[in-house]
T-cell receptor, first 111, second 113 residues
Framework: DAKTTQPNSMESNEEEPVHLPCNHS???????IHWYRQLPSQGPEYVIH???SNVNNRMASLAIAEDRKSSTLILHRATLRDAAVYYC????????????FGKGTTLSVSS | ETGVTQTPRHLVMGMTNKKSLKCEQH?????MYWYKQSAKKPLELMFV???????ENNSVPSRFSPECPNSSHLFLHLHTLQPEDSALYLC????????????FGPGTRLTVT
């Protein structure tokens, strides 16, 4: 799987939008962009994924750059429960099964 | 609640003990996974099972022995572990192997003394 680069940490205030960036300049045409998050003392949790078009679900939105070399996970209104480590992961639709986790971005949310 | 349960949640064992970790998924999925998360390190995939057959084994020492008796249950048998094996062991499942989203259990926190 291709490599991703994320900031180590970000801070947000409750009720404000959060934009979590991810760079993946070596992405291939068959790589899907997946986001997972891990809350303290829990296993990772699937958030969203996309290939080329922007995606929305009940948890978040995923904005994908036109050249696909970067993407942004958008939490529209942060809550304290959103404090977690967020992982941006590329997954090749042609290849194996593993989720290859990096260090992710630790998001802190203040009230 | 993700539909994936793991027991026990915490385990302390000596280096000469034998213990087993259990995972059960209630999602009707066909693929199950074991991951290891050590302090300060990213999650590492250990094993992948698809319909009770092992399809991936990522160079894991033989002191870790997985077992998948059916598509809903996955075990990790532990014997003669080392202190550096202390970690959070996470089980996950997905509809099929491949790029489907994976659903994780809460993990078993293992301490080897």
């Amino acid at each position: 799987d291709a490599k991703t680069t994320q900031p180590n940490s970000m801070e947000s205030n409750e009720e404000e939008p959060v934009h979590l960036p991810c760079n993946h300049s070596t992405i291939s045409g068959t790589d899907y962009i997946h986001w997972y998050r891990q809350l303290p003392s829990q296993g990772p949790e699937y958030v969203i994924h996309g290939l080329t078009s922007n995606v929305n679900n009940r948890m978040a939105s995923l904005a994908i750059a036109e050249d696909r070399k970067s993407s942004t996970l958008i939490l529209h209104r942060a809550t304290l429960r959103d404090a977690a480590v967020y992982y941006c992961i590329l997954r090749d639709s042609q290849a194996g099964t593993a989720l290859i986790f990096g260090k992710g971005t630790t998001l802190s949310v203040s009230s | 609640e993700t539909g994936v349960t793991q027991t026990p949640r915490h385990l302390v064992m000596g280096m000469t003990n034998k213990k087993s970790l259990k995972c059960e998924q209630h999602l009707g999925h066909n693929a199950m996974y074991w991951y290891k998360q050590s302090a300060k390190k990213p999650l590492e995939l250990m094993f992948v099972y698809s319909l009770e057959e092992r399809v991936e084994n990522n160079s894991v020492p033989s002191r870790f022995s997985p077992e998948c008796p059916n598509s809903s249950h996955l075990f990790l048998h532990l014997h003669t572990l080392q202190p550096e094996d202390s970690a959070l062991y996470l089980c996950a499942s997905s509809q099929e192997p491949g790029i489907y989203e994976q659903y994780f259990g809460p993990g078993t926190r293992l301490t080897v003394t």
